[in-house]
């Protein structure tokens, strides 16, 4: 069974950073693009980045666009999402969810993990 599963979230003060995974099962990750997007509390969910089948496109929402940097490595089956910097308003939690294509349309993504909770608090 296709499996999505991040790991890396937590509490982080603010200025720091944290790298999240995004490790795949039961299928093979070179035939998709990734995208990460978050949800915070009361509000829909936005769009952080994505990354082509072979890395060689790449997005990211305007605002973030500096800050965080997504990658893969398709022999590990595993896109990365790193984020430097990170704000209380980055607080959320943190999805990854497979597409054929990049989008900022969430039912463009027909496979997604669990989510990884993010908190960046002092």
């Known amino acids: 069974q296709l499996q999505l599963v991040e790991s890396g979230g937590g509490l982080v003060q603010p200025g720091g950073s944290l790298r999240f995974s995004c490790a795949a099962s039961g299928f093979t990750l070179d035939y998709y693009a990734i995208g990460w997007f978050r949800q915070a509390p009361g509000k829909e969910r936005e769009g952080v980045s994505c990354i082509s089948t072979s890395g060689a496109r790449i997005v990211y929402a305007d605002s973030l666009r500096g800050r965080f940097t997504i990658s893969r490595d398709n022999a590990k089956n595993t896109v990365y999402l790193q984020m430097n910097s990170l704000k209380a308003e980055d607080t959320a939690v943190y999805y990854c969810?497979?597409?054929?294509?990049?989008?900022?349309?969430?039912?463009?993504?027909?496979?997604w993990g669990q989510g990884t909770q993010v908190t960046v608090s002092s």
């Open positions: 969810a497979r597409a054929r294509h990049c989008s900022s349309y969430t039912g463009e993504y027909d496979a």
